[in-house]
């Protein structure tokens, strides 16, 4: 079955600066690749998705790049702010169910 | 529209006890999906359901752990008897999938926090 790594598991950043989170996927079917965010004592919700066909996509701060030959994604947040501090889960799946990372707990400090 | 609906929203209870923990998903999603999370093991999808048929229980942890779906707008799943490991929070979310292979945004519930003491 899939299996999702993330990494890494906390990030400190500083108000301004750019995140990258990454994970690995290990099933080339899988084609469908959802970013979900996580407040504390919130349910995740999603904030961006891309699907196999694209190599990139953004909204806003927010971007996400597949390289589907190396099964690694990336989420990009740019010009962070202390509103960004959540836990950030990347997932995946092959149209049936999503198989989620272990989560990144990142800190924006200002 | 008033999004996926747990109850209850918190549930403290003692080992031995049986605990129901009830869904209600987005009016006209097909599929339905029960979540746990905690920190040791992050958030681990126990059973997913299309068109009210459970298609996955691979994640549900053992026989005492049981998940139904009578109908499109309500799913329960029951812990009988509890343990103190069963301690989590429990997450309900829907989706509509349009076919297999093609794949939507899943919707979470706000969780039901459950304690067994």
């Known amino acids: 079955g899939e299996n999702v790594e993330q990494h890494p598991s906390t990030l400190s950043v500083q108000e301004g600066d750019s995140a990258v989170i990454k994970c690995t996927y290990s099933?080339?079917?899988?084609?469908?690749f959802p970013w979900y965010k996580q407040e504390l004592g919130k349910r995740p919700q999603l904030i961006i998705d891309?699907?196999?066909?694209?190599g990139e996509k953004k909204d806003q701060r927010i971007a996400v790049t597949l390289n589907k030959t190396a099964k690694h994604f990336s989420l990009h947040i740019t010009e962070t702010q202390p509103e960004d501090s959540a836990v950030y889960f990347c997932?995946?799946?092959?149209?049936?169910?999503?198989?989620f990372g272990a989560g990144t707990i990142l800190r924006v400090k200002s | 529209d008033a999004g996926v609906i747990q109850s209850p929203r918190h549930e403290v209870t003692e080992m031995g006890q049986e605990v129901t923990l009830r869904c209600k998903p987005i009016?006209?999603?097909?599929?339905l999906f029960w979540y746990r999370q905690t920190m040791m093991r992050g958030l681990e999808l126990l059973i997913y359901?299309?068109?009210?048929?459970?298609?996955?229980d691979s994640g549900m942890p053992e026989d005492r752990f049981s998940a139904k779906m009578p109908n499109a707008s309500f799913s329960t799943l029951k812990i009988q008897p509890s343990e103190p490991r069963d301690s989590a929070v429990y997450f309900c979310?829907?989706?509509?999938?349009?076919?297999?292979?093609?794949?939507?945004?899943?919707?979470f519930g706000p969780g039901t926090r459950l304690t067994v003491l």
């Open positions: 359901f299309n068109n009210n048929v459970p298609i996955d």
């Open positions: 979310a829907s989706s509509l999938n349009p076919g297999a292979r093609d794949y939507n945004e899943q919707f």
């Open positions: 099933d080339s079917a899988s084609n469908y």
């Open positions: 891309i699907r196999s066909n694209v």
């Open positions: 009016s006209g999603h097909n599929s």
């Open positions: 997932a995946a799946s092959d149209g049936n169910k999503l198989v």
